[in-house]
């Protein structure tokens, strides 16, 4: 079973940054493509990005582009998810997760089911 570990949310202003990080372990994160998923209340999970294994491709969903970066160090197997002007509605449990295949592929990629492992997720809230 791998685990990947997601920290650095809180609670932010209207405005605000934050960066999330997702450890994993390392011959598997390496190989791995990795996204970004956040759900709110009673909401379904949805996309916000991803990044191919060598860090050379991303993608990202409309509500985050200009906003969020992601990003990759394979010598730290960690993942981040550096996130600027931040809004209300940007308030969610924020996962990662890893998909083995390694590459990026679009529709598959914003679909929850084609990444292999999750993190437990990180709290995301934005509010003054």
């Known amino acids: 079973q791998v685990q990947l570990v997601e920290s650095g949310g809180g609670l932010v202003q209207p405005g605000g940054s934050l960066r999330l990080s997702c450890a994993g372990p390392?011959?598997?994160?390496?190989?791995?493509?990795m996204g970004w998923f956040r759900q709110a209340p009673g909401k379904e999970r949805e996309f916000v990005a991803a990044?191919?294994?060598?860090?050379?491709?991303?993608y990202y969903a409309d509500s985050g582009k200009g906003r969020f970066t992601i990003s990759r160090d394979n010598t730290k197997n960690t993942a981040y998810l550096q996130m600027n002007s931040l809004k209300p509605e940007d308030t969610a449990v924020y996962y990662c997760?890893?998909?083995?295949?390694?590459?990026?592929?679009?529709?598959?990629?914003?679909?929850?089911?084609?990444?292999?492992?999750w993190g437990q997720g990180t709290q995301v809230t934005v509010s003054s």
């Open positions: 390392g011959r598997t994160f390496s190989r791995s493509a």
């Open positions: 997760a890893a998909d083995l295949a390694g590459t990026l592929r679009y529709p598959p990629l914003i679909r929850p089911s084609s990444y292999d492992y």
């Open positions: 990044i191919s294994w060598s860090g050379d491709n991303t």
